[in-house]
């Protein structure tokens, strides 16, 4: 498999602030990974898939502006709520993409709780 | 539009019993994933599949692939309160590791 990390676990914030989420890959070099949102009792929603190296491929109705995406190395990519608001509150997890095993396996971090206040 | 359709969407058995989930869609996958999450963590991988038929075992859930790639289904057998959690199924239609989740079946298995 492969072991991801996310930091922090849980975070309060006010309205209006920004927040960053970090993902990392602690024992594989990650070229591609992937961000979600899963509200209560709900599947996860792909948000964006991050590339090493280059701009982040957001899905259709994600904000670019609002959800910035690094991945600047092959081990960390993080996620920038920016102007964070009530309705950004949600459990945030990234995964990772491990190439050269069986089929198109993605392994996830623990998630990170969002509380925007 | 849901490409992925999980049955059923909840589930509670007694300690002992025998259950099902399935994972439907009319579209082919050239690979599909069961995970399992459990309240405030991650999902966990349980398994990967990539042919068509194939049936992988893992103590005591048995995981099926559809002929056809189209369908998957899980079966777990004299489940335990441990098995309880939310049970995600997940296609990906091409080598890009972009998946395709399912509604999810939420599994509460009673002492």
């Known amino acids: 498999g492969a072991v991801v990390s996310q930091h922090p676990s849980r975070v309060i914030c006010k309205s209006g602030t920004s927040v960053k989420i970090e993902c990392r890959s602690l024992?594989?070099?990650?070229?591609?990974m992937f961000w979600y949102r899963q509200f209560p009792k709900q599947s996860l929603m792909l948000m964006a898939t991050?590339?090493?190296?280059?701009?982040?491929?957001?899905e259709q109705g994600v904000e670019k502006d609002k959800f910035l995406i690094n991945h600047a190395s092959l081990t960390l990519s993080t996620l920038t709520v920016t102007s964070a608001h009530p309705e950004d509150s949600s459990f945030y997890i990234c995964?990772?993409?491990?190439?050269?095993?069986?089929?198109?396996?993605?392994?996830f971090g623990p998630g990170t709780r969002l509380l925007v206040l | 539009t849901q490409l992925l359709e999980q049955s059923p969407q909840f589930l509670s058995i007694q300690e002992g019993e025998n259950l099902t989930v399935y994972c439907n869609s009319s579209?082919?996958?050239?690979?599909l994933q069961w995970y399992r999450q459990e309240p405030g963590e991650g999902p966990v991988l349980l398994v990967t599949?990539?042919?068509?038929?194939e049936v992988k075992k893992l103590k005591r859930l048995t995981f099926q692939f559809g002929d056809a790639r189209k369908d998957s289904s899980l079966h777990i057998t004299a489940a335990q309160p441990g098995d309880t959690g939310l049970y995600l199924c997940?296609?990906?239609?091409?080598?890009?590791?972009?998946?395709?989740f399912g509604s999810g079946t939420r599994l509460l298995v009673r002492p």
């Open positions: 997940a296609g990906a239609r091409d080598s890009s590791y972009k998946l395709i």
């Open positions: 024992d594989f070099q990650a070229t591609t």
């Open positions: 991050s590339n090493e190296g280059s701009k982040a491929t957001y």
């Open positions: 599949v990539v042919t068509g038929g």
């Open positions: 579209s082919v996958f050239s690979s």
């Open positions: 995964s990772v993409a491990k190439t050269g095993g069986v089929g198109e396996t993605q392994y």
